[in-house]
């Protein structure tokens, strides 16, 4: 079945305690993103990735870092948690459709990781 | 930089009647808009996408609409059902910055029956 999965769902933690959100897919897609959900802002891009290795900022970057070192996976660190890092991350994976860009409708979100920082 | 928007935080419909969800945009480059579906607990839901040389795309149930002019957009979902009761989202990316998407920050559609 294709999915992607992101692991823990659920994290309560303490400022400045490091954390990894991790991310993976099993559909081979080139394109992956992480993004933030907060009430009445909608879904923030924190960072995307066009490839092993191609990471970019997106408008949210501060406080993130990420990596990808294989296809799969993209975690999400947070070195040093602060409680205005509390929000509900979704990853996101699409194929990339070469010039006609990413194909929204085979992009797949993950269920979510819920983070609250105390 | 981009800056999606939508009108209304909440939209009541009865069941079987249209719904309307609008959508704003301030980029006039933004090349490509993407509707998603949120349901409660789930991750964001790919509905219609559409690209700025067209200005009416179909799909089932749903219709998206594009106004350049006045950088709108709009959702309509015909004949609404009580699935449809979710927070929709508008999403545009502008083609100079490749597929760095911006969401709007959601409509909540809330269907009577």
């Known amino acids: 079945e294709a999915q992607v999965t992101q692991n823990p769902r659920y994290l309560i933690t303490v400022t400045g305690k490091k954390l990894t959100v991790t991310c993976s897919q099993n559909?081979?897609?080139?394109?992956m993103s992480w993004y933030r959900q907060d009430p009445g802002l909608g879904l923030r891009q924190i960072y995307y990735?066009?490839?092993?290795?191609?990471?970019d900022k997106g408008d949210v970057p501060e406080g993130y870092k990420v990596s990808r070192k294989e296809k799969r996976n993209f975690p999400l660190i947070l070195e040093s948690p602060s409680p205005n890092q509390t929000s509900l991350y979704f990853c996101?994976?699409?194929?990339?459709?070469?010039?006609?860009?990413?194909?929204?409708?085979?992009?797949?979100f993950g269920p979510g990781t819920r983070l609250t920082v105390l | 930089g981009e800056s999606v928007g939508l009108h209304l935080p909440t939209l009541s419909v009865q069941e079987g009647d249209n719904s309307i969800i609008n959508c704003a945009y301030s980029?006039?480059?933004?090349?490509?808009f993407i509707w998603y579906k949120q349901e409660s607990g789930k991750g964001p839901q790919f509905i219609i996408d559409?690209?700025?040389?067209?200005d009416k795309r179909q799909g089932q149930r749903v219709t998206v609409l594009l106004n350049k002019t006045v950088k709108h957009l709009s959702l309509q979902i015909a004949a609404t059902q009580p699935g449809d009761s979710a927070v929709y989202f508008c999403?545009?990316?502008?083609?100079?910055?490749?597929?760095?998407?911006?969401f709007g920050g959601g409509t909540r559609v809330l269907v009577k029956p």
């Open positions: 996101a994976s699409t194929p990339w459709g070469g010039t006609s860009g990413n194909r929204a409708d085979t992009q797949y």
């Open positions: 559909m081979n897609h080139e394109y």
């Open positions: 990735s066009m490839n092993v290795e191609v990471t």
């Open positions: 980029n006039s480059a933004s090349d490509y």
């Open positions: 559409i690209r700025s040389n067209m």
């Open positions: 999403a545009g990316s502008p083609q100079a910055a490749g597929n760095k998407l911006t």
